[in-house]
């Protein structure tokens, strides 16, 4: 089985930085990307930034020029690294392993897996 743990949530005043880190582990060959997506109260999920296994990543454009994903494929592992952060980055930011096998076998599916959880709290 595959599990996602996430890490590095918090509290801060506008303008500050937090690094949320997340691992996934279990028996995994690959993993395509990794990322990080967040909820808000009444709203939908939304992609903050994906990392792919390849090196290429993507923005959200409101997080664009503040956050920064890092992925280290040899451990299966995310950052993402948050500065200037705004009261409207405050939601529960979740990991996600997507694209994982844990199969050799040629042909073999892939899943996507969700880590619990992180709360980040901006305050103006």
């Known amino acids: 089985q595959v599990q996602v743990v996430e890490s590095g949530g918090g509290a801060v005043q506008t303008g500050g930085s937090l690094r949320l880190s997340c691992t996934a582990s279990?028996?995994?060959?690959?993993?395509?990307?990794m990322g990080w997506y967040r909820q808000a109260p009444g709203k939908q999920r939304e992609l903050v930034a994906v990392?792919?296994?390849?090196?290429?990543?993507n923005y959200a454009d409101s997080v664009k020029g503040r956050f920064t994903i890092s992925l280290d494929n040899a451990k299966n592992t995310v950052l993402l690294q948050m500065n200037s952060l705004k009261p409207e980055d405050s939601a529960v930011y979740y990991c996600?392993?997507?694209?994982?096998?844990?199969?050799?076998?040629?042909?073999?599916?892939?899943?996507?897996?969700w880590g619990q959880g992180t709360q980040v709290a901006v305050s103006s």
């Open positions: 279990g028996r995994i060959v690959s993993i395509n990307a």
């Open positions: 996600n392993a997507n694209g994982v096998r844990t199969s050799s076998i040629p042909g073999s599916t892939r899943n996507d897996y």
């Open positions: 990392a792919r296994s390849g090196g290429s990543t």
